[in-house]
Structures are given as structure tokens and as C-alpha cells.
């Protein structure tokens, strides 16, 4: 069974910095399409940012782009999410999740999830 587990988030000043990280078990990273996605009060969920398995492009939004790095560690199994110059619209819980297949900026389209780390993001 695969399984998901983030860590990283919690409260920051507007400006500043976090990595998110989820630990990936039950299958290797490098056979799985991950993204990040998150969900703010109110809003529905939403990507944030992606990888391929088959190429290792990286998928941004737009409300994010340049500012959150996608990354993978294949050798410890691990997705990480750099974010830097935060913004309190970035205040969200974000999940990590994964699919066996190509990827999809769609969150119904994702098997396995993480059960979520929040960002909260003081102006």
C-alpha cells in the first residue's frame, strides 16, 4: 500500500520561506506522477505544483510560478516543496499526492494522498 506522509508546514511571515516535504512508501518515487496541491478556507482544492514520472517536467500555477520549486530524491523517496517571498493568499493546507500514471493537474484523478500540513502565512 502506498502511503503518503508531509511534514514541513506551518507559520510564517509574509516574505518568508518553507519546504514541504512527503515521504513516499510502498512504491518507488520514480514510478509515480506527484503533485502538490492545496486548499485554502473556503476554496476548493487546488495544484500547486507537479512532476512526471515518465519525463521529470515540473508543472507550476501561476500563482505560484517562481516562487515554489518542485523537487524529487529518488534515493530517500521523497517530494519536496520549496516556497519562498510567501504570501498570506498562500495560507492553505497542502497535500501531497501521487498516481501511477501521466500526470493530471486534477485532484480527483490522484490514488494516493497525504493527510495534509498547514501553511499559514502572516502578513
Known amino acids: 500500500q502506498v502511503q503518503l506522509v508531509e511534514s514541513g508546514g506551518g507559520l510564517v511571515q509574509a516574505g518568508g520561506s518553507l519546504r514541504l516535504s512527503c515521504g513516499v512508501s510502498?512504491?518507488?518515487?520514480?514510478?509515480?506522477?506527484t503533485a502538490w496541491f492545496r486548499q485554502a478556507p473556503g476554496k476548493d482544492r487546488e495544484v500547486v505544483a507537479g512532476s512526471t514520472w515518465s519525463t521529470g517536467n515540473t508543472y507550476y500555477a501561476d500563482s505560484v510560478k517562481g516562487r515554489f520549486t518542485i523537487s524529487r530524491d529518488n534515493a530517500k523517496n521523497t517530494v519536496s516543496l520549496q516556497m519562498i517571498n510567501l504570501k498570506p493568499e498562500d495560507t492553505a493546507v497542502y497535500y501531497c499526492?501521487?498516481?501511477?500514471?501521466?500526470?493530471?493537474?486534477?485532484?480527483?484523478?490522484?490514488?494516493?494522498w497525504g493527510q495534509g500540513t498547514l501553511v499559514t502565512v502572516s502578513s
Open positions: 499526492a501521487a498516481r501511477g500514471g501521466f500526470y493530471s493537474g486534477d485532484w480527483s484523478e490522484y490514488k494516493y
Open positions: 510502498g512504491r518507488t518515487l520514480s514510478s509515480l506522477t
